[in-house]
Protein backbone atom coordinates (compact mmCIF):
# COMPACT_ATOMS: atom_id res chain seq x y z
CA UNK A 1 0.00 0.00 0.00
CA UNK A 2 1.45 3.58 -0.88
CA UNK A 3 1.60 5.63 1.83
CA UNK A 4 2.04 9.39 1.61
CA UNK A 5 2.64 11.35 4.26
CA UNK A 6 2.69 15.58 4.85
CA UNK A 7 5.16 17.19 6.88
CA UNK A 8 4.95 20.96 7.86
CA UNK A 9 8.07 21.64 10.56
CA UNK A 10 11.17 20.98 11.82
CA UNK A 11 9.74 18.89 14.78
CA UNK A 12 8.18 16.52 11.48
CA UNK A 13 11.62 16.42 10.15
CA UNK A 14 12.47 15.27 13.57
CA UNK A 15 10.11 12.47 13.74
CA UNK A 16 10.31 11.37 10.47
CA UNK A 17 11.96 8.06 10.89
CA UNK A 18 9.38 7.60 13.84
CA UNK A 19 6.50 8.48 12.12
CA UNK A 20 7.14 6.15 9.09
CA UNK A 21 9.08 3.42 10.80
CA UNK A 22 6.92 0.49 9.60
CA UNK A 23 5.93 2.09 6.31
CA UNK A 24 8.50 2.26 3.48
CA UNK A 25 8.99 -1.09 1.60
CA UNK A 26 11.94 -0.90 -0.98
CA UNK A 27 12.53 1.78 -2.60
CA UNK A 28 12.55 1.67 -6.55
CA UNK A 29 15.25 3.90 -8.20
CA UNK A 30 13.39 6.67 -10.47
CA UNK A 31 14.19 9.61 -11.66
CA UNK A 32 13.49 12.82 -9.96
CA UNK A 33 11.68 13.47 -13.05
CA UNK A 34 9.02 10.78 -12.36
CA UNK A 35 8.34 12.47 -8.67
CA UNK A 36 7.61 16.16 -10.54
CA UNK A 37 4.22 17.78 -11.38
CA UNK A 38 3.04 17.34 -14.88
CA UNK A 39 3.64 21.07 -15.36
CA UNK A 40 7.15 20.61 -13.92
CA UNK A 41 7.81 17.78 -16.12
CA UNK A 42 5.92 19.34 -19.32
CA UNK A 43 8.60 22.44 -18.63
CA UNK A 44 11.89 20.21 -18.98
CA UNK A 45 10.39 18.18 -22.14
CA UNK A 46 10.06 21.35 -24.32
CA UNK A 47 13.47 22.77 -25.35
CA UNK A 48 11.96 26.31 -25.88
CA UNK A 49 10.13 26.18 -22.61
CA UNK A 50 13.19 24.94 -20.41
CA UNK A 51 14.56 27.57 -18.84
CA UNK A 52 18.22 26.08 -18.56
CA UNK A 53 18.53 26.00 -22.22
CA UNK A 54 19.43 29.65 -21.48
CA UNK A 55 22.82 28.32 -20.35
CA UNK A 56 23.06 25.40 -22.72
CA UNK A 57 23.12 28.10 -25.19
CA UNK A 58 25.82 29.98 -22.96
CA UNK A 59 27.88 26.47 -23.08
CA UNK A 60 27.77 26.39 -26.16
CA UNK A 61 28.97 29.64 -27.06
CA UNK A 62 31.88 29.17 -24.83
CA UNK A 63 32.91 25.60 -26.60
CA UNK A 64 34.43 27.49 -29.21
CA UNK A 65 35.16 30.59 -27.44
CA UNK A 66 39.39 31.05 -27.26
CA UNK A 67 40.56 31.81 -23.73
CA UNK A 68 43.68 31.56 -22.21
CA UNK A 69 46.79 32.11 -22.77
CA UNK A 70 48.09 29.18 -24.97
CA UNK A 71 44.88 30.73 -27.45
CA UNK A 72 42.57 27.51 -27.76
CA UNK A 73 39.23 26.38 -27.00
CA UNK A 74 37.14 23.54 -26.28
CA UNK A 75 37.06 23.01 -29.99
CA UNK A 76 40.46 23.10 -30.73
CA UNK A 77 41.13 20.13 -28.72
CA UNK A 78 37.86 18.17 -29.10
CA UNK A 79 36.12 19.59 -32.63
CA UNK A 80 32.79 19.73 -32.56
CA UNK A 81 30.72 19.10 -29.66
CA UNK A 82 29.32 15.60 -30.57
CA UNK A 83 32.83 14.18 -29.55
CA UNK A 84 31.79 14.25 -25.82
CA UNK A 85 28.46 11.97 -26.60
CA UNK A 86 28.92 9.65 -23.59
CA UNK A 87 31.54 11.60 -21.60
CA UNK A 88 29.22 12.85 -18.58
CA UNK A 89 27.57 9.20 -18.46
CA UNK A 90 31.19 8.05 -16.58
CA UNK A 91 31.71 10.86 -13.78
CA UNK A 92 32.87 11.25 -11.28
CA UNK A 93 36.19 9.38 -12.31
CA UNK A 94 39.35 8.52 -11.04
CA UNK A 95 42.67 10.36 -12.06
CA UNK A 96 45.79 8.59 -11.56
CA UNK A 97 47.34 12.11 -11.64
CA UNK A 98 46.26 13.23 -8.61
CA UNK A 99 45.02 10.04 -6.98
CA UNK A 100 41.20 11.39 -6.78
CA UNK A 101 38.04 11.06 -8.13
CA UNK A 102 37.62 13.92 -10.51
CA UNK A 103 33.56 15.37 -11.24
CA UNK A 104 32.56 16.96 -14.61
CA UNK A 105 33.26 19.94 -13.56
CA UNK A 106 36.39 19.48 -11.80
CA UNK A 107 37.69 18.09 -15.31
CA UNK A 108 36.62 21.40 -16.85
CA UNK A 109 38.95 23.51 -15.13
CA UNK A 110 41.60 21.39 -15.41
CA UNK A 111 41.18 21.48 -18.86
CA UNK A 112 40.84 25.60 -18.80
CA UNK A 113 43.84 25.73 -16.38
CA UNK A 114 46.14 23.24 -17.72
CA UNK A 115 45.52 23.01 -21.56
CA UNK A 116 44.74 26.40 -22.18
CA UNK A 117 46.06 28.19 -19.91
CA UNK A 118 43.13 30.30 -18.47
CA UNK A 119 41.56 31.26 -15.17
CA UNK A 120 39.28 28.52 -13.40
CA UNK A 121 35.84 29.27 -13.66
CA UNK A 122 33.65 29.32 -10.02
CA UNK A 123 31.73 26.02 -9.55
CA UNK A 124 28.13 27.29 -9.69
CA UNK A 125 29.08 30.78 -12.36
CA UNK A 126 27.05 30.51 -15.24
CA UNK A 127 30.21 30.01 -17.27
CA UNK A 128 30.94 26.66 -15.63
CA UNK A 129 26.95 25.74 -15.21
CA UNK A 130 27.08 26.62 -18.84
CA UNK A 131 29.58 24.64 -19.87
CA UNK A 132 28.88 21.27 -17.80
CA UNK A 133 25.22 21.82 -19.00
CA UNK A 134 25.82 21.85 -22.76
CA UNK A 135 28.74 18.87 -22.52
CA UNK A 136 26.56 16.64 -20.30
CA UNK A 137 23.16 17.72 -23.04
CA UNK A 138 25.09 15.36 -25.49
CA UNK A 139 24.60 12.55 -23.69
CA UNK A 140 20.71 13.02 -23.20
CA UNK A 141 19.38 9.56 -23.45
CA UNK A 142 22.48 7.76 -22.13
CA UNK A 143 22.72 5.60 -19.18
CA UNK A 144 24.82 6.98 -16.14
CA UNK A 145 27.89 4.10 -16.16
CA UNK A 146 30.36 5.14 -13.38
CA UNK A 147 33.10 2.98 -12.52
CA UNK A 148 33.43 2.13 -8.67
CA UNK A 149 35.82 -0.40 -9.13
CA UNK A 150 39.92 -0.74 -8.69
CA UNK A 151 41.24 2.54 -7.96
CA UNK A 152 37.64 4.56 -7.09
CA UNK A 153 36.48 1.13 -5.19
CA UNK A 154 37.67 3.56 -1.55
CA UNK A 155 36.23 6.60 -3.20
CA UNK A 156 32.65 4.88 -2.87
CA UNK A 157 33.11 3.04 0.10
CA UNK A 158 33.64 6.95 1.41
CA UNK A 159 30.79 8.07 -0.50
CA UNK A 160 28.67 5.80 0.65
CA UNK A 161 29.55 6.11 4.45
CA UNK A 162 29.13 9.74 4.07
CA UNK A 163 25.72 9.11 2.68
CA UNK A 164 24.46 6.69 5.40
CA UNK A 165 26.02 9.08 8.39
CA UNK A 166 23.79 10.57 10.62
CA UNK A 167 24.90 14.09 11.12
CA UNK A 168 23.56 17.64 11.77
CA UNK A 169 20.93 19.35 14.76
CA UNK A 170 18.37 16.86 13.14
CA UNK A 171 20.29 13.34 13.19
CA UNK A 172 19.41 12.60 9.71
CA UNK A 173 21.82 10.71 7.28
CA UNK A 174 21.03 10.94 3.20
CA UNK A 175 19.41 7.81 3.64
CA UNK A 176 16.22 8.94 5.49
CA UNK A 177 15.11 10.41 3.16
CA UNK A 178 16.28 9.24 -0.49
CA UNK A 179 16.31 5.78 0.70
CA UNK A 180 13.56 5.05 3.33
CA UNK A 181 10.81 7.48 1.87
CA UNK A 182 10.86 8.56 -1.89
CA UNK A 183 7.76 9.89 -2.61
CA UNK A 184 6.89 11.70 0.32
CA UNK A 185 6.03 14.82 0.78
CA UNK A 186 8.62 17.28 3.30
CA UNK A 187 6.74 20.72 3.07
CA UNK A 188 5.83 21.38 -0.47
CA UNK A 189 8.45 19.48 -1.75
CA UNK A 190 8.41 15.47 -2.72
CA UNK A 191 11.47 13.30 -1.36
CA UNK A 192 12.98 11.87 -4.46
CA UNK A 193 15.69 8.99 -5.25
CA UNK A 194 17.95 12.15 -5.02
CA UNK A 195 19.53 10.78 -8.02
CA UNK A 196 22.16 13.01 -9.93
CA UNK A 197 21.08 12.45 -13.36
CA UNK A 198 19.86 15.81 -14.57
CA UNK A 199 22.34 18.23 -13.01
CA UNK A 200 23.28 20.57 -13.64
CA UNK A 201 19.48 21.22 -12.82
CA UNK A 202 17.47 24.03 -13.35
CA UNK A 203 15.36 24.84 -10.07
CA UNK A 204 12.26 26.92 -9.80
CA UNK A 205 13.47 27.93 -6.47
CA UNK A 206 16.57 28.94 -7.70
CA UNK A 207 15.55 30.28 -10.72
CA UNK A 208 18.93 29.42 -12.47
CA UNK A 209 20.64 26.27 -13.02
CA UNK A 210 22.88 24.75 -9.63
CA UNK A 211 24.93 21.78 -9.22
CA UNK A 212 25.00 18.77 -7.61
CA UNK A 213 27.17 19.94 -4.75
CA UNK A 214 24.31 22.87 -4.54
CA UNK A 215 22.11 20.22 -3.79
CA UNK A 216 24.28 18.17 -1.35
CA UNK A 217 24.64 22.00 0.75
CA UNK A 218 21.34 22.58 0.74
CA UNK A 219 20.44 19.19 2.20
CA UNK A 220 22.79 19.30 5.00
CA UNK A 221 21.50 23.08 5.95
CA UNK A 222 17.93 21.53 6.22
CA UNK A 223 19.02 18.77 8.59
CA UNK A 224 21.33 21.78 10.48
CA UNK A 225 24.80 20.26 9.32
CA UNK A 226 27.39 22.27 8.24
CA UNK A 227 27.97 22.47 4.11
CA UNK A 228 30.73 21.76 2.72
CA UNK A 229 33.28 23.03 -0.15
CA UNK A 230 31.83 22.83 -3.81
CA UNK A 231 34.22 20.49 -5.29
CA UNK A 232 34.92 18.70 -1.88
CA UNK A 233 36.84 14.96 -1.86
CA UNK A 234 33.24 14.42 0.26
CA UNK A 235 31.00 15.87 -1.77
CA UNK A 236 32.84 14.20 -4.81
CA UNK A 237 32.88 11.34 -2.94
CA UNK A 238 29.23 11.19 -2.79
CA UNK A 239 28.81 11.95 -6.19
CA UNK A 240 30.09 8.74 -7.03
CA UNK A 241 27.87 7.05 -4.79
CA UNK A 242 24.35 8.21 -5.87
CA UNK A 243 25.88 8.22 -9.64
CA UNK A 244 26.39 4.38 -8.78
CA UNK A 245 22.79 4.11 -7.28
CA UNK A 246 21.21 6.12 -10.23
CA UNK A 247 23.30 3.68 -12.70
CA UNK A 248 21.10 2.73 -15.65
CA UNK A 249 19.04 5.96 -15.30
CA UNK A 250 19.22 8.16 -18.80
CA UNK A 251 20.94 11.74 -18.64
CA UNK A 252 18.33 14.47 -18.65
CA UNK A 253 20.26 17.65 -18.37
CA UNK A 254 19.41 19.82 -18.52
CA UNK A 255 16.24 18.84 -15.91
CA UNK A 256 13.63 20.80 -14.65
CA UNK A 257 12.66 20.19 -10.54
CA UNK A 258 10.81 22.27 -7.92
Known amino acids: MKYTKYIT ?13 ACA ?5 KTGYDFAIPE ?6 DDFSNPAFVWVDIGEEQWSTVDGE ?19 TSYPKYNADDGKMRTLQHQINFERTERMKAKAWK ?9 ASFVKNQSKGM ?13 YE ?9 RGGLDMSCKNCHMDYPGVKIRANV ?61 ETPAVRN
Open 40 to 45: TQAMQD
Open 123 to 131: WEGDEMLGM
Open 191 to 251: LTNGLPNGFPTYRLKWQKPGSVHRRFRGCNKNIRAQPLKYGSDEYTNLELYVAWRGRGLPV
Open 158 to 166: AGKAFYLQR
Open 70 to 88: AGKSCESCHGDASSMKGIS
Open 143 to 155: PLNVSIEGEAAPF
Open 25 to 29: PAPTM
Open 9 to 21: SAAGLLGLGAILV
